[in-house]
């Protein structure tokens, strides 16, 4: 992975480079920022800078044989961990070693994907990944050991947040304590979702947003046209994964515009219609259908799209970035029903639902629940 390959962050290669050619490398790193910012693609061009020991801030003048292993994702000094699930082929206790030809083709395919692309990968369903104690233990091992090649050794533990407490209490030993010549690399899109322990041992690396022109001129060196390019980089919203998915036709934005346009219509519906209260439980057994993972990234969409509405009710339209593609669905008609009198119940009842999911409980009831609320508040004077 060379630090060209990875858009923007211009600012974070210099210091990383910089950095490593001083010799100064702190052994436990915390890469945060949102999907599709480019902390995964950073790391891997981080452990391949120093592993290779290349020098002039990109990964060619250093080791070619080791920087051709990286091109393959097969160094032997480089490891990975993330969140796995249990699956028809490995039905218990799964560890990241169990999935990693999954992971390199994942991480070749799209080094900007995030954790439903990964979930929706694996075959997930309605489970939710997590990093367990027995991926604890083989970091442990691996960096207790030799590096194969004598310099230093690599571990990059992508979605960290996902550790559970076993996990992370094991790790701190080696967060205090490290073993020479080791890098650990943490990735999260959110610092505060790391447990503090395992924050405030770390040097924490924030990463912003893509910035609009660096996602359009990316997309145009994928052949898309310059005028669709912009287009799609103001909806993405400085996350290149989702510009991916909206230069798709049946990209997971399309899916998600559908369920919520078919979700407040029925909920528009069902005033004074009792008959109509039968489209929301269809709904809702519809969308408890899905995993949970994807149940989650629906609930944070329909956020935004609230919030794109009031926006546009109260004439921010510089602000607006979501165009609905829906058949006969006008955003600028739905806007005036989304006010400063029922958006924050709204978010609460919105937030609440996606507590409750994150926590194992009955989907079909809650999204149930949430519905009915819904009928009452977007007809609130």
Not at 66 to 71: A, E, I, S, T, V
């Amino acid at each position: 992975m060379h630090f060209r390959d990875v858009l923007g962050q211009d600012h974070i290669k210099s210091h990383l480079t910089t950095s490593a050619d001083a010799g100064r490398i702190a052994h436990a790193q915390l890469f945060c920022g949102p999907e599709g910012s480019g902390t995964l693609p950073m790391a891997v061009a981080y452990a391949q800078y120093v592993l290779c020991r290349n020098v002039g801030g990109e990964n060619d003048g250093g080791n070619a044989a080791c920087n051709l292993k990286f091109d393959g994702l097969s160094h032997p000094d480089l490891h990975f961990v993330y969140p796995t699930v249990t699956t028809e082929d490995v039905k218990s206790k799964p560890k990241s070693v169990d999935f990693l030809s999954d992971w390199r083709q994942f991480l070749s395919d799209n080094p900007y994907g995030g954790l439903l692309d990964w979930y929706r990968l694996l075959g997930s369903g309605n489970k939710q990944g997590e990093i367990r104690v027995d991926d604890a233990q083989e970091i442990m091992r691996i960096l207790s050991l030799k590096s194969y090649e004598g310099g230093y050794k690599a571990m990059i533990i992508w979605m960290a947040d996902k550790m559970n407490i076993a996990t992370a209490n094991k790790l701190l030993k080696l967060l205090e304590e490290p073993q020479d010549r080791t890098l650990l690399i943490l990735i999260a899109e959110n610092e505060e979702d790391v447990m503090q322990t395992i924050r405030s041992r770390c040097q924490v690396l924030t990463f912003g947003a893509l910035p609009e022109a660096v996602i359009a001129s990316a997309l145009q060196s994928k052949g898309i046209e310059a005028s669709k390019a912009r287009t799609v980089a103001h909806r993405a919203q400085g996350n290149f994964n989702k510009a991916l998915e909206l230069c798709g036709e049946d990209g997971e934005e399309a899916r998600f515009e559908k369920w919520f346009v078919d979700w407040v219509r029925s909920a528009f519906r069902a005033k004074g219609n009792a008959a109509a209260i039968q489209d929301l439980i269809r709904w809702s057994e519809e969308i408890a259908g899905l995993g949970r993972e994807t149940q989650k990234k629906f609930l944070l969409f329909c956020t935004d799209m609230f919030r794109q509405a009031l926006l546009l009710n109260y004439r921010a339209e510089p602000l607006v970035f979501m165009e609905p593609q829906v058949d006969s669905f006008k955003f600028e008609k739905f806007a005036p029903f989304v006010h400063g009198n029922n958006i924050q119940d709204i978010f609460n009842e919105l937030s609440d639902a996606l507590y409750h999911i994150e926590r194992n409980g009955n989907a079909k009831i809650i999204l149930t629940d949430l519905s009915i609320k819904l009928t009452r508040l977007i007809h609130k004077k």
